[in-house]
């Protein structure tokens, strides 16, 4: 049966749905290339296709292309997946948690909130317990902030509107997310919760965007801010470790 246009159609709709069609065929949204195909001017493509990124449907690889992102592949249960990270992520977390004796977590991005989606808890009598489906606001957590970081600035912008009006918290939070880019990690000294110090790390999938973070959380009477550089060994093999599953997953799906 063939499907007829909609009686009143939504022009932005209907071209961010041909976009997500493109990406299916092709695997990858070029600016120029979508703007042609569609028949816009290449600012309006480029919209769309921050629209879609904002909404985690796509992703930016680093050769400035777009590549599908974790709802994308959410749709579909690709690799990048919520639920597909979860079966992969689970034993280097547990090696993590072995070799750092502490509680490890990974951790997605959610609008403008870090969602926690596994835990593996250490056996210290005084822990950091589980936060599984915790949300908490990204900018104030150590895996949320890596994975800010990992936005254009104008996008984070997007995702806090309640910022709009204080330019001096929005100067801070750049600055902020600056310094968490050019270290390779981020931390959390207290600012989400009293008592807990944590070290965050992102997990890059197979464009080189990050499509996930793992942390590292603590205690403060057990991790200072002299001993958090202790643990980026331990995050660095988990993440790339993680990673290289999921390259290795996509591979063999194809």
């Given amino acids: 049966m063939e499907n007829r246009a909609p009686p009143y159609p939504i022009q932005s709709v209907d071209y961010a749905l041909q976009l997500l069609l493109i990406l299916k ?7 120029s290339e979508a703007a042609a ?3 816009v001017a290449r600012s309006t493509a480029h919209r ?13 690889a680093r050769d400035r292309t777009y590549r599908a992102g974790s709802a994308f592949a959410d749709l579909g249960g690709g690799p990048n997946s919520a639920t597909a990270l979860l079966g992969i992520a689970r ?11 502490e509680t490890s977590n990974l951790v997605v991005l959610a609008g403008s909130d870090a969602q926690f989606i596994d835990t593996f808890e ?14 908490l606001p990204a900018r104030l957590t150590s895996g949320g902030k890596v994975l800010l ?3 254009p600035f104008e996008e984070v912008a997007l995702l806090h509107p309640q910022l709009a009006d204080d330019p001096a918290a929005m100067s801070t939070m750049k600055r902020m997310l600056s310094a968490v880019r050019r270290q390779g990690f981020g931390t959390n000294f207290q600012e989400s919760e009293r008592g807990v110090v944590a070290v965050g790390m992102a997990v890059r999938g197979t464009t080189g965007a990050a499509i996930a973070a793992v942390s590292i959380s603590a205690p403060t009477v057990r991790l200072n801010r002299g001993q958090i550089i202790n643990m980026i060994p331990g995050l660095t093999e988990a993440v790339d470790g993680i990673r290289s599953a ?5 591979a063999s799906s194809r």
């Fill in 25 to 31: 065929r092709d695997g990858v949204l070029r600016v």
């Fill in 149 to 151: 970081a990992d936005l």
């Fill in 246 to 250: 999921v390259i290795g997953q996509v």
């Fill in 48 to 60: 769309l296709i921050s629209m879609l990124r904002f909404r985690g449907f796509v992703e930016q």
């Fill in 122 to 135: 250490c056996k210290k009598a005084l822990r950091v317990g589980s936060r599984v489906g915790v949300r």
């Fill in 37 to 39: 195909e569609l028949g």
């Fill in 91 to 101: 034993p280097h977390l547990a090696q993590l948690t072995e070799r750092v004796g």
